[in-house]
Every structure is written in C-alpha cells, then in structure tokens.
C-alpha cells in the first residue's frame, strides 16, 4: 500500500512568484486536505477535496487554489507569494470526506519564500 | 469556534520517565479527539483517537481518555524512550460532515538517555 506523496520535498521561492505543490494520495483514497503549517506552529486547514471538487475551505485568501484530478492526486497553488506563506505544507488523504474517515499524511513540502 | 491548547514545550525528559502532556479543547458538538506526533523530517503520524466521552485510546504504550466533564484529552505515557522525542499535536474535529482537523500548537518531547 503506497502511502501519500508529496512533491517537491523542499522548495525556495521569491517574494511574489508562483509555485505548484503536488501530493499523491493514498491508494484507494478520493478526499484529499491540504494544512499549513508554520514554523512553531500547529498545522492549520487550507481546504479540503473531495471527488475533484472543493468542498471545504479554512481561512486562507484565494491565491490559495487547488486541485484535484480523476486519480485523486492533487496540486496546491499558491500565487504572489509572501513572506508569511514560508511554512511546510502538508497534505492528507483519507478513504472518504466523512468525520471518522482517519488522515494519512504525507511528509509535506518545505517552502521558504525569500 | 473550535480549537485546542495544549501545553507549551519544550518538555525534556530523562529516559524511562513519566510523560504527561495537557489538553483541552472547545468545541460545538461532540468532537473526536486525536493525538498526532511528528518525528524530525516526517509529517504526522496518528498516534492515537478517542470518538467518544470515556473512550481511551492507547498506543505503544501513549494512553488518552476523552473527559468531556473537564474538555480534556491528556496524553500519557509511563516510561519514555529517546525514540518518543518528538512533537505531539493534540487535534479535534467535529463529529458531522467534511469537517477538517483542528490542531494544538504541538509540544516538543525530548527524551534524554
């Protein structure tokens, strides 16, 4: 059983650029969460995918979007970057969008943004 | 809202130790309670769950009980290894529909030989 994958492992970006995080899911899995987490900090929900379609969302701005695709992989974008926006970001299937459904998380994606 | 606190770290502790570390939340509902723990360079792992009041989850030797009298889901452990050095995060989420996790700040473990 292949667990979650994450894309790249680290990541440095300037102030204002664009970049694209990937995570595969776990097999079998079709809901995928995306979570910051600062440095110091507890990781805090982005939003939520489930069958290709958002149906959560925490309190980030918009130039946080996502996706995800028919395999249930998924992309996080984040664009104009920002000081702030350096933390690692994680990524978490489960087997169904439900309460009791447990995440798997993946190793998350280091991004410093200089 | 929800959320959770748990105590602030870091928490060194010599080997075969007893390890206490706090919780409490504040939720609508009834949530389901989780610790995580995330070892250097890795992402979280589930270390244990609780779904209801009164339930304890348990796990290589980690042990919690949900206590809704007091909101509390302290985690437990009698004899801790330098293997168990790592952050734990103490995590809710509501017990309806898509609801994410919420999570504590985390509380670093240091266990000395």
């Known amino acids: 059983e292949t667990g979650v994958t994450q894309s790249p492992t680290h990541l440095i970006k300037t102030r204002g650029q664009q970049v694209t995080l990937r995570c595969s899911s776990q097999s079998g899995h079709n809901t995928v969460s995306w979570y910051q987490q600062a440095l110091g900090q507890g990781p805090q929900f982005i939003f939520q995918y489930y069958r290709e379609e958002e149906n959560g969302r925490g309190n980030f701005p918009p130039r946080f979007s996502g996706l995800q695709f028919p395999n249930y992989s998924s992309e996080l974008n984040v664009n104009a970057l920002e000081l702030d926006d350096s933390a690692l970001y994680l990524c978490?299937?489960?087997?169904?969008?439900?309460?009791?459904?447990?995440?798997?998380f993946g190793n998350g994606t280091r991004l410093t943004v200089t | 809202g929800n959320s959770v606190t748990q105590m602030e770290g870091p928490v060194t502790l010599s080997e075969e130790a007893f390890l206490t570390i706090n919780c409490t939340y504040t939720?609508?509902?009834?949530?389901?309670l989780f610790w995580y723990v995330q070892y250097p360079g890795e992402g979280l792992q589930l270390l244990l769950k609780a779904t209801k009041a009164d339930d304890k989850g348990s796990n290589k030797g980690f042990e919690a009980t949900y206590r809704k009298e007091t909101t509390s889901f302290h985690l437990e452990k009698g004899s801790v290894q330098v293997s168990d050095s790592a952050v734990y995060f103490c995590?809710?989420?509501?017990?309806?529909?898509?609801?994410?996790?919420?999570f504590g700040k985390g509380t670093r473990l240091s266990v000395i030989a």
């Open positions: 995590a809710l989420r509501r017990f309806s529909g898509n609801t994410p996790l919420v």
């Open positions: 978490a299937s489960s087997l169904e969008a439900a309460d009791n459904s447990p995440l798997h």
């Open positions: 939720a609508t509902g009834y949530p389901s």
